[in-house]
């Protein structure tokens, strides 16, 4: 007697007959595809992100994080920061992302 054999002694047997399962027809109702008008694109302009920000922007955000990045007494996700580094916190968060039009 085999190892697997003793696995499979509290199975109970699987009977081989002509009892297969039935095969019913698919209903006749299908959920029917239509085509639709997709809304007009928006401009390219209305996003706003670091590749498109002004370059004031930019050289506050990378003080900033630069700063953090080195200090040990800063900790942004709780807002803790050191004197410097509230102060470039603050210039960072005041310097606008867009020109103004």
Same mark, same amino acid.
């Given at each position: ?20 399962? %039935?095969?019913?027809?698919?209903? +006749?109702?299908?959920? *029917? ?8 694109? @928006?401009? /390219?302009?209305?996003? %706003?992100?670091?590749?498109?920000? +002004?370059?004031?922007? *930019? ?8 700063? @953090?990045? /080195? ?31």
């Amino acid at each position: 007697m085999s190892l697997l054999s003793g696995l499979l002694d509290h199975m109970p047997p699987t009977i081989v007959g002509d009892d297969k399962p %039935t095969v019913t027809k698919p209903t +006749t109702e299908r959920t *029917r595809l239509v085509m639709v008008e997709r809304p007009p694109q @928006l401009q /390219a302009s209305t996003y %706003t992100n670091a590749a498109n920000a +002004t370059p004031e922007w *930019r050289k506050a955000r990378d003080q900033y994080i630069n700063h @953090l990045m /080195a200090c040990r007494s800063c900790h942004a996700p709780t807002g803790r920061h050191c004197s410097a580094g509230a102060g470039l916190c603050a210039a960072y968060d005041r310097t606008p992302m867009e020109a103004t039009r």
